[in-house]
């Protein structure tokens, strides 16, 4: 059970957080604020504290010791974080208003060791009350830092809202941004079309996977399978070799008049395959070709949205 706070501490104890900790604080905090664009505080109560440093037989009379223990690394946490996740302070400054670091107990035993726990507009670091500085590196972990935005988001938008979450924004950054500037160049030197967009639709098509979010998990795989549904596009351009035939370019222009390509997410597909199979298709409107599938398919035989191709343009001429 978590301890009660300490009365006061000892001659020994402040002194140890005066040396130990007291001293380090203005240099992480000026860190800290660096990193993520603005001004962040450290605020720890050593009263809350002390009591899991003298209940144990490595720490005690050292609660400075092992405070700083939890935060000399995070300034290294956050580089790796923003690293692979940039707009992660604009998401840190927003979603933890009061820009204060904090450290407590693990109430909840969310955590083995220690982890980010996001709560009354701060950013704790927690720790399991019988693992006092036990992987205390890992109290800002990527991925643990990166759920937490997630909840914390999820609580902003409100009941019923879906937004796209940190973590898919992470992943997209890191799996699709850099893979699709590459493969539209490609599209647009097949097709003689230097206008094509290719619109992963990423916001529409992670709310259409809220329903099978926990088999598709889009927070971790939305962005490798839309640049995965792109590769087929382009594929298929060169099979159908449509860089060497002026009447599939000119087809093409006809048909595709806003020269985007979106991929999409749909109920249903259409029952007479002709313009796909079970998996997926592709579909013309309003001079926009959709590369579409349903939620339970997506990411299945990703193809099948460009299987039928020519046959797709040459109906819609």
Not at 57 to 71: E, K, L, Q
Not at 72 to 98: I, K, M
Request: charged content about 30%; some cysteine; proline content about 5%.
């Amino acid at each position: 059970m978590p301890l009660a706070p300490a009365a006061k501490l000892s001659l020994v104890e402040k002194k140890n957080i005066r040396d130990e900790w007291d001293s380090k604080r203005p240099e992480y905090e000026a860190e800290i604020s660096k990193l993520l664009g603005t001004e962040w505080t450290i605020n720890v109560d050593p009263l809350i504290i002390a009591p899991y440093v003298a209940a144990s037989d490595s720490y005690a009379g050292r609660p400075g010791d092992v405070i700083n223990g939890y935060f000399d690394g995070v300034a290294s946490s956050l580089q790796y974080f923003l690293r692979d996740y940039p707009e992660g302070a604009d998401e840190l400054n927003r979603l933890v208003p009061s820009h204060q670091l904090a450290l407590d107990v693990d109430h909840d035993n969310v955590y083995s060791y220690c982890g980010p726990l996001i709560k009354d507009g701060k950013l704790y670091i927690v720790f399991k009350e019988d693992r006092l500085w036990v992987n205390a590196s890992d109290a800002l972990d990527k991925d643990k830092l990166l759920e937490q935005l997630g909840k914390a988001d999820a609580a902003d938008a409100g009941p019923g809202a879906v937004r796209l979450s940190p973590a898919a924004k992470a992943a997209i950054g890191k799996d699709y941004t850099e893979a699709a500037a590459n493969l539209q160049e490609e599209a647009r030197t097949l097709l003689k079309n230097d206008k094509l967009v290719l619109n992963p639709n990423f916001e529409a098509v992670y709310a259409a996977l809220e329903p099978v979010k926990k088999d598709k998990d889009p927070d971790n795989r939305l962005g490798n399978l839309s640049k995965v549904y792109f590769e087929e596009f382009v594929s298929a351009l060169k099979y159908n070799k449509f860089d060497s035939d002026d009447l599939l370019q000119e087809a093409w222009e006809e048909v595709v008049t806003s020269n985007e390509v979106v991929l999409r997410i749909v109920d249903e597909l259409t029952s007479d395959r002709k313009h796909g199979d079970s998996y997926a298709e592709a579909a013309v409107e309003n001079g926009v070709l959709y590369l579409q599938t349903t939620p339970q398919r997506w990411g299945t035989n990703c193809g099948s949205t460009v299987s039928k191709l020519v046959d797709v343009i040459s109906d819609a001429a």
